[in-house]
């Protein structure tokens, strides 16, 4: 099943949305990442949080200059979201925790369709595209 979110143009990079698909009762979150946009469904697999409201983020990660002087780094900043209830961290391109562990939440699918794109998908029928006046973000659950 297809479900239409929104204009792209409503979802700038670094932000989030949650929709509710009837398939889907606890939502799915939708995230941009800087352009490429990625969804997760809205319950974490720790204990059931309501995940995708969580803050996005980024993480540390260790470094070894030439100078030997270890360091930590912040990196991946709008690339991880953090559940709200227990600050567990996933990857929201993957929906794999950012640390060691099995868990991972459930991802869907995301594409960007233009306006005749849409419409073509609706009808069923070829259409030829005339003008793009925008795309809009389209979820399959
Ligand atoms: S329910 Fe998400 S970290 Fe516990």
Redesign the pocket.
């Known amino acids: 099943m297809r479900y239409v979110v929104g204009p792209v143009a409503e979802l700038p990079p670094g932000s989030s949305t949650i929709v509710y698909p009837d398939k889907v009762k606890s939502g799915v979150g939708v995230f941009n990442v800087d352009g490429e946009f990625f969804a997760l469904k809205n319950t974490?697999p720790?204990?059931?949080?309501p995940?995708c409201r969580g803050r996005i983020r980024g993480t540390t990660a260790g470094a070894l200059p030439a100078d030997c002087q270890p360091e930590v780094r912040w990196v991946r900043q709008g690339e991880i979201v953090s559940?709200p209830?227990?600050?567990?961290e996933f990857d929201i391109k993957t929906g794999r925790t950012i640390f060691e562990s099995r868990q991972k939440v459930r991802s869907y699918p995301v594409s960007v369709e233009t306006a005749e794109e849409l419409e073509r998908l609706k009808s069923g029928v070829e259409t030829v595209p005339v003008s793009v006046e925008g795309a809009t973000i389209v979820l399959e659950v």
């Open positions: 974490c720790h204990m059931g949080g995940l559940c209830w227990h600050h567990w």
